[in-house]
């Protein structure tokens, strides 16, 4: 039932700007940590950026100064801003989220199923 759903990929110039959100549904009991990874071709998956229940964040430092992650506790979404795009930034973007299902006594990580964003002129 729990799902996760991401949005906002797309073609985007060097120097430009996308925002990606993913919102959680289904039977939720609870959400701790949320991220975002990414995987380019021909390179093994990676961490952008994750966020705490709390509000604490990371980042990758090829992002850092140029990426934001927030989140919506109320909406169940997670969100990335991302500033000052470059080519080395095309990659599938994946959301995941530390969730407990209502049924469940426990947390699980689940993902979503990618969105594609390519930087190029």
């Known amino acids: 039932q729990v799902q996760l759903v991401e949005s906002g990929g797309g073609l985007v110039q060097p120097g430009g700007s996308l925002r990606l959100s993913c919102a959680a549904s289904?039977?939720?009991?609870?959400?701790?940590?949320m991220g975002w990874y990414r995987q380019a071709p021909g390179e093994q998956r990676e961490l952008v950026a994750g966020?705490?229940?709390?509000?604490?964040?990371n980042y990758a430092d090829s992002v850092k100064g140029r990426f934001t992650i927030d989140r919506d506790n109320a909406k169940n979404t997670v969100y990335l801003q991302m500033n000052s795009l470059e080519p080395g930034d095309t990659a599938v973007y994946y959301c995941?989220?530390?969730?407990?299902?209502?049924?469940?006594?426990?947390?699980?990580?689940?993902w979503g199923q990618g969105t594609q964003v390519t930087v190029s002129s």
């Open positions: 966020i705490t229940s709390g509000g604490e964040t």
């Open positions: 289904g039977s939720i009991f609870s959400i701790n940590a």
């Open positions: 995941t989220a530390q969730i407990r299902p209502g049924s469940s006594w426990k947390y699980s990580i689940y």
